[in-house]
């Protein structure tokens, strides 16, 4: 070949492999750049897709509430502070998708969220009653009836009527707004779980108040698949909380609280509570380190669980439904209405598998003890060697197993003199 051609050759060589390293390095940046964006976001509480989580937008949705508020047409116990007396304040949006409006504010100098499915309360479905007849004409019990039934139809349950007092509104001057709100809060599944389960489980947010559809829950510090103990303790506990001991501390007694949420929703009610859709954003703590359901869209008592697996299927991944999976039946063609994991299962996969895979390195947890730890986790989230019909509850063993492990290591902490107790 003659030399020019070879040199010729040679230097396009080097200048693809320069265009195609710049390629690649603008991609990269790009990507980061995309990445960082994403993760900003995220911590605000934002949405990529959600272009509307502004605070013009919901200073106009509030201002529509409290136009609905003074004409009549929907009332609460916090709509006063919040259109008259200003003690309940706009702080920022957290949270905007297909109408769901998720809210910070301030009443009285606490925190709070405030909470609702539809952004406008004339788009949530009307009683019919309220339309046919005057509002003071209607029988209490042809009401609590029809409340029952929209219980029913969330829930799966049928509730005896003295569970229904935090749903339940009293007849008031304004009675036919009070109806029209109530129904409005009822059309709303995360309404009705944390009011009705707030008297019975420490696990559930506390609803505050209302104002016509929108209702307030308490503001604790949620969770975070970035943050390396997927919690801020220093934001719920204090600034001082910090070490690694402390940290370890607080990774051990969140965890206990977690096995006790699940032995709590397995047990402690007339039907297991299934939460289909685990993962740190929907769960906070409180400043005593209590694990709190902060977001159950997605869970379900047994009945209605059953209800939902209960489909048609081909193969075992039709059976799927985010987190509660089922088995196929090949031969009729129905996925089994029983659920083959559980919710202790999804938590040692998804939140304690994190946590005991990096965080106790450099503690006072020995290293044999991690061990363990990080085996019995691996062993709960993918029990392979157990038999699928013990899948439906929760593993004895494997709760077992976890409690006494954890409280091994808190006790080794506690030798070593870095373990004292929050809020004794």
Request: glycine letters at 6%; aromatic letters at 10%.
């Amino acid at each position: 070949m003659p030399r020019w051609k070879r040199l010729l050759r040679a230097r396009l060589g080097r200048r693809c492999s320069l265009a195609f390293l710049l390629s690649w390095a603008a991609c990269w940046a790009a990507g980061g750049a995309f990445f960082i964006f994403f993760l900003l976001l995220a911590r605000g509480g934002g949405s990529v897709f959600s272009g509307r989580c502004t605070d013009e937008q919901s200073h106009r949705i509030l201002a529509r509430l409290c136009f609905d508020y003074r004409k009549g047409a929907l009332t609460g116990d916090l709509c006063e502070d919040l259109c008259v007396a200003q003690k309940l304040i706009y702080k920022r949006c957290l949270y905007y998708d297909r109408g769901k409006k998720v809210i910070q504010a301030d009443w009285r100098g606490r925190p709070v969220i405030l909470k609702s499915k539809n952004e406008i309360f004339s788009s949530y479905q009307r009683l019919g009653l309220l339309e046919e007849m005057d509002s003071q004409g209607i029988p209490e019990a042809e009401l609590l009836l029809m409340v029952a039934l929209e219980i029913k139809n969330v829930l799966g349950l049928e509730l005896p009527n003295n569970t229904m007092g935090p749903l339940w509104t009293r007849r008031g001057p304004h009675w036919k707004a009070q109806l029209a709100s109530m129904w409005s809060l009822l059309q709303q599944e995360e309404y009705i779980y944390f009011s009705v389960l707030q008297d019975f489980s420490k696990h559930v947010l506390r609803v505050i108040g209302s104002c016509g559809h929108f209702y307030a829950v308490e503001y604790l510090t949620a969770g975070h698949a970035w943050h390396k103990t997927l919690f801020s303790v220093e934001e719920a506990v204090g600034a001082s909380f910090s070490g690694i001991d402390s940290k370890t501390k607080a990774i051990m007694e969140i965890a206990i609280s977690f096995l006790d949420m699940v032995n709590h929703f397995d047990n402690d009610f007339s039907h297991r509570l299934h939460l289909c859709d685990i993962k740190p954003e929907n769960f906070a703590i409180r400043n005593d380190l209590t694990v709190v359901a902060i977001d159950v869209d997605m869970a379900f008592f047994e009945p209605k669980m059953r209800d939902i697996l209960e489909q048609n299927c081909t193969g075992d991944e039709d059976c799927n439904f985010f987190d509660c999976f089922s088995k196929c039946d090949l031969r009729s063609r129905k996925c089994g209405a029983e659920r083959a994991n559980n919710n202790l299962q999804v938590i040692c996969d998804k939140i304690f598998r994190p946590w005991f895979s990096l965080n106790l390195r450099g503690s006072a947890v020995s290293f044999p003890l991690q061990l363990q730890l990080q085996k019995a986790v691996h062993e709960c989230a993918d029990p392979t060697t157990k038999v699928i019909t013990h899948h439906q509850r929760t593993s004895p063993d494997s709760l077992s197993e976890l409690y006494q492990l954890l409280r091994a290591s808190q006790k080794e902490l506690q030798t070593s003199g870095s373990y004292t107790r929050i809020h004794q």
